[in-house]
T-cell receptor, first 114, second 111 residues
């Protein structure tokens, strides 16, 4: 039973560029959440996708956008990269039950913006 | 606005002894709490959860305690093992809404 997978594992970009990160949820899960984890900090919620729509959004600018596909996989896009976007980007999946949902994380994509 | 706080950045414990990791929160509406363990170069791994209708939940060596009046939860690991050395994050949410994470506590279990 595959867990949450993310690609790529590492990425180096320069300021102003655009990046796309990918996530495949755990088998049986239909909801994907994206987090940004800066060095020495806890994960910060970016947004959540369910039924191919953004359902919730954290305090992140519109440069951060996403997509969910019919197979529940998801992409995170970041435009006009800033140095401060350098972080570990984590994807977490869960099953939308209408009750308390436990999120399971992937290994993350480490993004470095130069 | 840090709604979930872990005030101890690090903790060292002897192997076999109890590890106690603490977490405080400010939002009284939070009703679901989780603990995650994170090794370097890996994503957080789910450990244990607790609903606000309970004050204790156990799973093997791991026990989470919730004190709603104090807005405080703790994770007890007994006995501690060297493989428990990792960064531990607590997270909280209002059911159906986003999770808020603490900044983590780095646990070192000394053999």
């Amino acid at each position: 039973d595959a867990g949450v997978t993310q690609s790529p594992t590492h990425l180096i970009k320069t300021r102003g560029q655009q990046v796309t990160l990918r996530c495949s949820p755990k088998s049986g899960h239909d909801t994907v959440s994206w987090y940004q984890q800066a060095l020495g900090q806890g994960p910060q919620f970016i947004f959540q996708y369910y039924e191919e729509e953004e359902r919730q959004r954290g305090n992140f600018p519109d440069r951060f956008s996403g997509h969910q596909f019919p197979n529940y996989s998801s992409e995170l896009n970041v435009n006009a990269l800033l140095l401060g976007d350098s972080a570990l980007y984590l994807c977490a999946s869960s099953h939308k039950s209408g009750y308390q949902e436990t999120q399971y994380f992937g290994p993350g994509t480490r993004l470095l913006v130069l | 606005d840090q709604q979930v706080k872990q005030n101890s950045p690090s903790l060292s414990v002897q192997e076999g002894r109890i590890s106690i990791l603490n977490c405080d929160y400010t939002n009284s509406m939070f009703d679901y709490f989780l603990w995650y363990k994170k090794y370097p170069a890996e994503g957080p791994t789910f450990l244990i959860s607790i609903s606000s209708i309970k004050d204790k939940n156990e799973d093997g060596r791991f026990t989470v305690f919730l004190n709603k009046s104090a807005k405080h939860l703790s994770l007890h690991i007994v006995p501690s093992q060297p493989g428990d050395s990792a960064v531990y994050f607590c997270a909280a949410s209002v059911t159906g809404n986003q999770f808020y994470f603490g900044t983590g506590t780095s646990l070192t279990v000394i053999p």
